[in-house]
């Protein structure tokens, strides 16, 4: 293990060792990051990162980790957690976003501001970096509809300004970002009814909480959405909803979510996707891409 005595000194209690998965993932599983990190500026951020190259140290970034899978063995290195990071500046018809905010406080803010096109997006859990990165999106609309531009630190520690035409994204994927650190992004928008928008909103959040297993952990829609179908629909179809596997479930409310159950460990859960995918493609034919990261060895 790497000497992590400089880290504590300059992060104090923002800086953790030994911190199970099940404190910074949605899943509520995993094994323990080695150390974690919470940057309170993005030059903290940029320090942070500055040492882990330094010393030849693993470090990865994660927003709300609503999109992972931890590894049981757990993540070796530096996991910088950005939630500090959380300013949100709304002005005109513009919106800027520090990576750790909520993305919920973006598609809420601007839906009241009267600001269209993101207000179906409410209710993702994850954070504005993660939102980007992955270009999160629900109910026809995603992220990069009102991107425009993406502050961020390149592979050397250097911040850049990348505007949307030049990064190259697409569903569920913004493989433009690839290797850099988002600190902000800003969102520009057409003009709406507040009103008619926050019904949008409600409307979305409603059809969320009758529809996907909110009340048990999960890391969301397991699989990405097959051309001309949906991955719940197969599952569905090939009889695997309440499927389990230790602590593990095929949801039985929304058959595209994975959810932890009660005790579930990472195995268990990745056990499940690969049962789940090798079912699906035996009846269907249909080769399910994973939308969840996996981190760590699995
Ligand atoms: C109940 C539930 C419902 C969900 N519904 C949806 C949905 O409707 N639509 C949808 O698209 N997703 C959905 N998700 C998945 C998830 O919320 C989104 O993918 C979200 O955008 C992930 O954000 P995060 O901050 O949690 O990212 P994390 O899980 O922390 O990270 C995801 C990836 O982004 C990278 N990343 C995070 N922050 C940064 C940064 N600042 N710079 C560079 N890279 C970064 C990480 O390294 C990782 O590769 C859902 C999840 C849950 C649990």
Redesign the pocket.
């Known amino acids: 293990m790497p000497d992590y005595s400089a880290l504590k000194e300059k992060f104090g209690p923002h800086c953790l060792f030994g911190e199970p998965a099940a404190s ?4 509520r599983a995993g094994g323990a990051a080695e150390a974690l990190l919470r940057p309170g500026t993005p030059e903290e951020l940029r320090w942070a990162c500055a040492w882990c190259r330094a010393g030849g140290t693993p470090w ?9 899978l931890v590894s049981d063995r757990g993540l070796p290195g530096v996991t910088i ?2 939630g500090r ?1 959380a300013a949100v500046d709304l002005k005109g018809g513009a919106l800027e976003a520090q ?2 905010a909520a ?1 919920d406080e973006v598609a809420r803010l601007s839906a009241e501001a009267g600001l269209a096109g993101l207000e179906k ?1 409410s ?17 026809g609309q ?2 990069f509809d009102r991107l425009a531009s993406v502050r ?1 630190f390149d592979g050397a520690g250097r911040e850049i300004t990348l505007l949307k035409k030049d990064i190259v994204h697409g569903y ?1 994927r913004a493989e433009g ?1 690839d290797g ?4 902000s992004a800003r969102f520009e928008f057409q003009p709406g009814d507040p009103a008619m928008l926050l019904q949008d909103r409600s409307c979305v959040l409603a059809s ?1 909480e009758a529809k ?3 009340d048990y ?5 397991v699989f990405k959405r097959p051309q001309n179908d949906y991955a719940s629909r197969l599952i569905d179809a090939a009889g695997l909803k309440g499927l389990r596997v230790g602590g593990a479930e095929v949801s039985p409310k929304h058959a595209g ?1 994975i959810v932890n159950a009660g005790g579930a460990t990472a195995a268990d859960i990745y056990a499940l996707i690969c049962r789940v995918r090798a079912a699906v493609k035996e009846k269907t034919g249909v080769d399910l891409q994973l ?3 996996l ?1 760590g060895d699995f």
């Open positions: 910074f993932t949605t899943y990865r970034v994660l927003g709300r980790g609503s999109n992972v957690l950005t990071l990576a750790g993305w997006t209710g993702i859990p994850g954070s504005v970096g993660g939102a980007v990165r992955m270009n999160a999106g629900a109910f995603e992220t961020a569920r970002l850099l650190i988002v600190l969320r996907q297993p909110l952990p999960s890391a969301g829609s979510f939308e969840q990261i981190l």
